[in-house]
């Protein structure tokens, strides 16, 4: 099976719950299996998903949007 990592900085990101909450969006994606927080609080955060398919920047937009964050770069 082919797997797909994709990298997004998030602005705004500054403790434990924050990452808990980008991660619950994200997994409700459908094909996410990991996501992987660097988190830097006071700057942006690293954050990659791991997927069975290719991820829409659109829909990684919004689901992090949904947990209240904002991506500010990405390689999607």
Same mark, same amino acid.
């Given at each position: 099976m082919?797997?797909?990592?994709t990298t997004v900085l998030v602005d705004g990101m500054t403790c434990n719950h924050c990452i808990a909450a980008v991660t619950e !969006?994200?997994?409700a994606l459908d094909g996410v299996e990991d996501v992987a927080v660097d988190l830097k609080a006071g700057g942006a955060s690293e954050v990659t998903i791991g997927?069975?398919?290719?991820?829409?920047? !659109?829909?990684?937009s919004e689901a992090i949007a949904e947990a209240?964050?904002?991506?500010?770069?990405?390689?999607?």
């Amino acid at each position: 099976m082919t797997h797909f990592t994709t990298t997004v900085l998030v602005d705004g990101m500054t403790c434990n719950h924050c990452i808990a909450a980008v991660t619950e !969006e994200l997994e409700a994606l459908d094909g996410v299996e990991d996501v992987a927080v660097d988190l830097k609080a006071g700057g942006a955060s690293e954050v990659t998903i791991g997927s069975t398919r290719k991820l829409k920047h !659109e829909s990684i937009s919004e689901a992090i949007a949904e947990a209240g964050y904002l991506v500010v770069d990405n390689d999607a």
